[in-house]
């Protein structure tokens, strides 16, 4: 039986443990809900910034832009990993790796330049650990990304995009879809692909189903060239913004567990600790009977 001083040692210091633990799970459910509240924000800026370029290209006009070219042979990329600066958020961090390793090693089989820039230093670390070195590491952003320093990143990706350094962009990030569901995925944000591409939802809002007319002032040319860049440093920062939210959801729900697993340990160690205290005060009483039968005999 194990000693009782130390079992009740080991059980005060758990309860300490559950404290932190629960703290730090409404800390992040509190994160969760701010960061939860700026990208249901951005997503409707997002799907107003998609609407815009879908009457665009409904109104038939033939714009082009060099951010809307596919380019037939892609020499150089990069492939921009988001993961956290912090850890104890469950599997959110092995899940990003999980998918950017596979990715990165299949672009780099075709594409003769592949670069990767690393947001957190779980990624950095990560990416490192498996042989695979960044160039650009972002250690600034934590629950509550700011538009302006994703903008300063996305206007490096543009120059290069546009200078033509670079052929493509890929990001990594944990889709937030649900409380109950974070999906890591990689998507291809430059180029942006077709203006059309939406054009579907958008002339379904205009009312009757057909096709709506518009008057762009001063010219579409003009609104395409603000548009454009716009979209894409919008889209970017929807991806932090959803791997914000889904670092808070991972946290929060592998701090709830911790805390949970923590209370049954309490009851089981207390439980033994129970049986210990017994067990010891009952052998104090054999002692005592057997040092006053001495004496009587």
Do not use: W
Request: hydrophobic fraction near 40%; aromatic fraction near 6%; charged fraction near 25%.
């Amino acid at each position: 039986m194990a000693n009782a001083r130390a079992l009740d040692k080991r059980r005060k210091s758990i309860r300490n443990i559950r404290k932190i633990t629960r703290t730090m799970e409404l800390i992040a459910t509190a994160r969760y809900k701010k960061a939860m509240d700026r990208a249901a924000a951005a997503t409707a800026y997002t799907e107003q910034i998609t609407k815009i370029v879908s009457r665009l290209a409904d109104a038939g006009l033939d714009v082009q832009h060099p951010l809307l070219e596919q380019r037939e042979k892609i020499q150089s990329s990069r492939v921009l990993v988001l993961a956290s600066n912090r850890g104890l958020c469950g599997g959110y961090n092995a899940s990003i790796l999980r998918t950017a390793v596979p990715r990165i090693k299949s672009l780099r089989e075709s594409i003769p330049n592949v670069t990767v820039d690393a947001s957190g230093k779980r990624g950095v670390n990560g990416l490192k650990f498996r042989g695979i070195d960044t160039d650009q590491q972002f250690l600034q952003f934590e629950d509550q990304p700011a538009y302006d320093e994703v903008e300063k990143i996305a206007e490096d990706f543009l120059a290069e995009y546009i200078t033509g350094k670079i052929d493509r962009l890929d990001v990594v990030y944990t889709k937030f879809i649900s409380t109950s569901k974070q999906e890591a995925v990689v998507e291809t944000l430059l180029p942006l692909g077709s203006l059309g591409g939406d054009s579907e939802d958008a002339s379904a809002g205009a009312g009757d189903g057909g096709s709506a007319e518009y008057e762009f002032l001063p010219s579409a040319e003009s609104i395409l060239e603000e548009v454009v860049p716009t979209s894409f440093k919008v889209k970017l920062f929807k991806c932090f913004l959803d791997a914000a939210v889904s670092e808070q959801v991972a946290r929060m729900i592998a701090m709830k567990g911790a805390t949970e697993s923590a209370g049954d340990m309490i009851k089981q160690l207390s439980m033994t600790y129970n049986r210990a205290r017994q067990s010891q005060i009952t052998g104090e009483i054999m002692e005592i009977i057997g040092g006053v039968e001495a004496l009587e005999g």
